[in-house]
């Protein structure tokens, strides 16, 4: 079966940086893109970046431009995102998605992983 | 950016009622939009993708509809599980983005 295991949550200061990972197994790992999106509490989900993890192209939402980066290992089927330059506002939950085959939804969500961002 | 509208924001329902949901988008989406069901502290659940096609394993009460900008999600007759929070999301354009969200109350 499809699971996405996320590493474990998170307190950081402001100005710091922040590394989540994202084992999958299941399925095929460079078959599928993978997305991560954050959510803030009592918030709407909020897209961040998508990975080709195949190829290992990228896109990131411009509001994250210069501070997120979305990397993959194949060789160890995990997606990796890491947030720079952290603020208050930066205290999410932050999931890795996988891309439905052929499509840009999410057919399978992580567990999230909780980010703390306090002084 | 294209702005995702959901209304109502909150919608109380009696178990064994039904439900409609509605989704704008600012412009059209074509068929890309997804409805997502999330629970308190769980991940969102992917219910309907293409505007009208049920994910894996998700109940035939839920049903979808629509293209370009007007988008309806219909639970046919409520069970317990089904008292959540709804999103959709569009996936036409980067960046995706997601409406705001209909919780579903016990009326």
């Known amino acids: 079966q499809v699971q996405l295991v996320q590493s474990g949550a998170e307190v950081k200061k402001p100005g710091a940086s922040v590394k989540v990972s994202c084992k999958a197994s299941?399925?095929?790992?460079?078959?599928?893109?993978m997305h991560w999106v954050r959510q803030a509490p009592g918030q709407r989900p909020e897209w961040m970046g998508w990975?080709?993890?195949?190829?290992?192209?990228?896109i990131y939402s411009q509001k994250f431009q210069g501070r997120v980066t979305v990397a993959r290992d194949t060789s160890a089927s995990t997606g990796y995102m890491e947030l720079s330059s952290l603020r208050s506002e930066d205290t999410a939950v932050y999931y890795c998605?996988?891309?439905?085959?052929?499509?840009?939804?999410?057919?399978?969500w992580g567990q999230g992983t909780l980010v703390t961002v306090s002084s | 950016e294209i702005m995702m509208t959901q209304s109502p924001a909150t919608l109380s329902v009696s178990p064994g009622e039904r439900a409609t949901l509605s989704c704008r988008a600012g412009?059209?989406?074509?068929?890309?939009l997804a409805w997502y069901q999330q629970k308190p502290g769980q991940a969102p659940r992917l219910l309907i993708y293409?505007?009208?096609t049920r994910a894996t394993g998700i109940p035939a009460r839920f049903s979808g509809s629509g293209s370009g900008t007007e988008f309806t999600l219909t639970i046919s007759s409520l069970q317990s599980e089904d008292f959540a929070v709804y999103y959709c999301?569009?996936?036409?354009?980067?960046?995706?983005?997601f409406g705001g969200g209909t919780k579903v109350e016990i009326k």
């Open positions: 998605v996988r891309a439905m085959y052929g499509g840009n939804c999410g057919d399978f």
């Open positions: 299941g399925y095929t790992f460079t078959a599928y893109s």
């Open positions: 990975i080709n993890t195949g190829n290992g192209n990228t």
């Open positions: 412009q059209s989406i074509n068929s890309n």
């Open positions: 293409g505007a009208s």
């Open positions: 999301q569009q996936y036409n354009n980067w960046p995706l983005t």
